[in-house]
């Protein structure tokens, strides 16, 4: 907020009704000003909108119309420029917007014909959401390429997968960086689709039912970019329901916790691979914190912070669905209550995914180290069962044979792939010489070749589809 003032005017909302003004205490209780000033930008759109509108229907005349607009404009550039004196007296957004534009223009009386703050708000936060959705899925784009540009210059580098956090099988560290691009692919495709219902006009429902005055909500649709594809206007169809629904709300808190939540798996990958036990990545100082004690300390914070905030993300989601869930029908103050969620998930998930893509722009990758641990021919012991399925046995006896096998490697203390062909033959017949080409990596990741699969050529296609496709 730029700037408060003191004094204590009745707010219009209680002109004519009321004797007295709202006490200090409940004004500053049910303020929101402090909070949804930043739907100024929409407010105004909104309110332009709805002025042509009604000049077109004959409520407003031309040149009171032009007025308003005018006046709207030189607010919201006065706002822009830091230069506005929000009054939390007007409680919020709506009213101080339109006391603003009154004092500046008679007409400005006349806006709110037809119109209530319940559809005003709603309004307002569909506009916000929609170009919020916009700017975060552009975000999310620019994460996938920080993915794929680490990935890419790291093709060639394998690390062992895991399940249960044990080393399972080998991965290319692209493979692994590619699971996140598809996972963020999901996230921006759940955006867009809660952006289509974001996109539909509440205005015209008034407090609960309508308006007795000729509106034309087409108008207004059409005015603010609320159209299908064929450029038809998107309405709501029940004035009670536009004015009390918040689950577009709900639909995007949701969907960014689960970004959240992609976000904070990712900063326990990335948490794992700094320290000194995996040691597969280095992060470049700047995107690090020290220790106040300890000299020689490089934390990973960013990445703690990130997984850290995932919690409030989702203590959102869980806070809006509770403000819901026990509402009578229509609007009801509790609604109010929505905004500070939902700009706290925005702004959240947005600087998370922002900061995270610049980090990955400063990570390093130890091939060597990774190598290291890729190299490891446990890793192999399913490709040796695939070699005796191969061959012809069974599966579940091939797993059982080299299970055996990797319990004879455990008892004489030496390395899978250092198992003489004799003691490979006295678990199974089917080995022959050409076992020990089972634990060439090179050739064990080419023959990895079905959709999906962690391929040498596979990794390497999937790397160019979305070298395309975030270009
Ligand atoms: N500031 C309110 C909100 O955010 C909108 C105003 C509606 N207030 C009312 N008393 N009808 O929900």
Redesign the pocket.
Known sequence: MTKKSRSSISPV?RSGRFASSPSAEVAAFSE?ISF?WRLWRHDILGSKAHALMLAKIGILSPRECSSIIRALEAIGREIAAGRFLWKPEF????MNLEVELTRRTPAGAKLHTGR???D??ALDVRLWLRDEISALTLDIHSLQRSFVSLASRNASVLIPGYTHLQRAQPVFFAHHLLAYVEMLERDCQRLSDCSSRVNVCPLGSG?IAGSTLPLDREEVARLLGFVDSRGRPRLTQNSMDAVSDRDYVVEFVSSVALVAVHLSRLSEDIILWATTEFSFITIVDSYTTGSSLMPQKKNPDIAELTRGKSCRVIGNLVSLLTLLKGLPMT?N?D??E??ERLFDSADTVRSCVRIMSSMLDHVTVQSARCLEAASDPLLLATDLADYLVRKGMPFRHAHHAVGAVVAMAEKFCKPLDRITLPEFQSVSSLFSKDVLEVFNLNRAMLRRKSTGSPGTKEVLARLRHWDRALA
């Open positions: 909302s929101s949804d409680e919020d957004v709506h209530s703050r319940n005003q708000v407090a609007y103050r609604l109010q929505d905004k």
